[in-house]
Nanobody, 126 residues
Framework: QVQLVESGGGSVQAGGSLRLSCVAS????????MAWFRQAPGKEREGVAFIYPYVGLTNYADSTKGRFAISQDLAKNTVYLQMNSLRPEDTAMYYC???????????????????WGQGTQVTVSS
């Protein structure tokens, strides 16, 4: 049974930093595509960062490029999202997502991910 468990959310002031963690279990971690999504109240869930651990491939949404960094620890089956220079508009529930194997479709489409965590809340105040 595949499980994704996020942690690390919290409340920070604008300009601050947070690091989110997603621990995966129940599958071969390094061979599955993973991503971080977020969803603010009243808005669609949007992808913010992507990683394919097998080759270390990463990609970022335009809104997070240069501020967020996704990384992996294969020994711990964990993906991280380092978030710097946080803005109030980054406030959202952040979700970890995974797919079986490499991602051949649009990496920013939530429908392309099979597994989801329960989410961790990030709140950025101005």
């Amino acid at each position: 049974q595949v499980q994704l468990v996020e942690s690390g959310g919290g409340s920070v002031q604008a300009g601050g930093s947070l690091r989110l963690s997603c621990v995966a279990s129940g599958y071969t971690f390094r061979r599955n595509s993973m991503a971080w999504f977020r969803q603010a109240p009243g808005k669609e869930r949007e992808g913010v960062a992507f990683i394919y651990p097998y080759v270390g491939l990463t990609n970022y949404a335009d809104s997070t490029k240069g501020r967020f960094a996704i990384s992996q620890d294969l020994a711990k089956n964990t993906v991280y999202l380092q978030m710097n220079s946080l803005r109030p508009e980054d406030t959202a529930m952040y979700y970890c997502a995974a797919n079986d194997g490499p991602m051949y479709g649009n990496i920013w489409m939530k429908e392309n991910y099979k597994y989801w965590g329960q989410g961790t809340q990030v709140t950025v105040s101005s």
